[in-house]
């Protein structure tokens, strides 16, 4: 009786199990890029813990039509799959594009021409942060002299060309135009050095912006102040006007 006991297996214990309330979430059935238009079957409903879905998740019980109702949204915002759909990270077509639903609150999308040799060998994309410099040429009585300036400090690019995010794994962009996402005063300073000179862009390291996507401390809007906040047109010597830019 004492080794058929030690060989017998054990009796199997039943484990109760505790009762999770759930409640079902819209998820991204897909991965669905930065300026895609969502489609019905890119979402789907999910069960989730009830005490998890919070945080402005969008809950079946609350609205059950959100499936049709978000279809032909823009993503202000790139989704993996299985993540769930906040409001406030989709925009629907009939108010506004791709630029205007990815543009943050407050700020303003302005290009600017490119070339290649001005814009570090092509190798800015979306999303990176540059700094801006204007060249020119300053002439006094005795001679004409080159000139640069950095006119804005850690600004997103929000497009290249007409491309809003990286294609794949392909890390050079084309495009002949940056798209820059700025406050209203840097979009006055972007126009005056666009028309005193040639714009160049300087690429940033990733670690310049700060964890919620907005530029760091060095944001500058005017020119370098070593060589003064204001600029003066001189035409044989003479200045001619003077403007201001802060």
Do not use: C
């Amino acid at each position: 009786m004492l080794a058929k006991r030690l060989i017998q297996a054990p009796a199997p214990q039943i484990v109760q199990g505790s009762n999770v309330d759930t409640v079902e979430v819209l998820v991204a059935a897909t991965d669905i890029k930065l300026g895609d238009s969502v489609r019905s079957g890119d979402l789907k409903w999910q069960e989730w813990p009830k005490t998890a879905a919070e945080g402005g998740y969008i809950t079946k019980a609350h609205d059950p039509k959100a499936l049709s109702q978000f279809s032909g949204a823009i993503a202000r915002a790139p989704f993996l799959t299985g993540e769930p759909i906040k409001e406030q990270k989709l925009i629907k077509a009939s108010e506004g594009g791709v630029m205007a639903a990815i543009l943050p609150s407050g700020m303003r999308a302005v290009s600017t021409p490119i070339r290649e040799e001005t814009a570090a060998g092509g190798f800015i994309l979306p999303n990176d942060r540059v700094d801006v410099i204007v060249s020119r040429r300053v002439r006094t009585a005795k001679r004409e002299e080159h000139v640069s300036d950095t006119v804005l400090r850690n600004v997103r690019v929000l497009a290249i060309g007409q491309s809003i995010d990286q294609k794949g794994d392909k890390k050079v962009a084309d495009g002949k135009t940056a798209t820059l996402e700025l406050t209203s005063r840097q979009t006055e300073i972007l126009s005056l050095a666009q028309a005193m000179g040639e714009i160049s862009l300087a690429l940033r390291s990733l670690s310049d912006a700060n964890p919620d996507g907005k530029a760091g401390p060095e944001t500058s809007e005017g020119f370098d102040n070593s060589r003064g906040t204001t600029v003066n047109l001189l035409r044989y010597g003479v200045p001619s006007r003077a403007y201001g830019v802060n």
